[in-house]
């Protein structure tokens, strides 16, 4: 499966963005999806994870309450709602595609997109 995410740019503290993620081929919903973040410097982190079927999510302690993975499998597209956001936010956020088990792991993740940018400026 390919993934191709989108969505990033600039915002200020305290404000919103809604990252998207569209994959190619007709398994998405054989996948589990993952959202990870990865600052300068600094290794690439779990952010959120969805079920194949949507119905569980998991989030990172930083994230928690402020972000909300969903997904529509119809349209094979994984969404990352980001509110109130931090300067501690900036990140290259990616999405990635487990065909296992729902795990917080990269390393179990088998595909991966590309990456969008998110800035929060102070």
């Known amino acids: 499966v390919q993934l191709q995410a989108s969505g990033g740019g600039l915002v200020q503290t305290g404000g919103s963005l809604r990252l998207s993620c569209a994959a190619s081929?007709?398994?998405?919903?054989?996948?589990?999806m993952g959202w990870f973040r990865q600052a300068p410097g600094k290794e690439r982190v779990f952010v959120a994870v969805i079920s194949r079927s949507g119905s569980d999510t998991f989030y990172s302690d930083s994230v928690k309450g402020r972000f909300t993975i969903s997904r529509d499998n119809a349209k094979n597209i994984v969404y990352l709602q980001m509110n109130s956001l931090k300067p501690e936010d900036t990140a290259v956020y990616y999405c990635?595609?487990?065909?296992?088990?729902?795990?917080?792991?990269?390393?179990?993740?088998?595909?991966w997109g590309q990456g969008t940018q998110v800035t929060v400026s102070s």
């Open positions: 990635a595609a487990d065909g296992g088990r729902t795990t917080t792991q990269a390393p179990n993740y088998d595909y």
């Open positions: 081929g007709h398994t998405f919903g054989y996948y589990v």
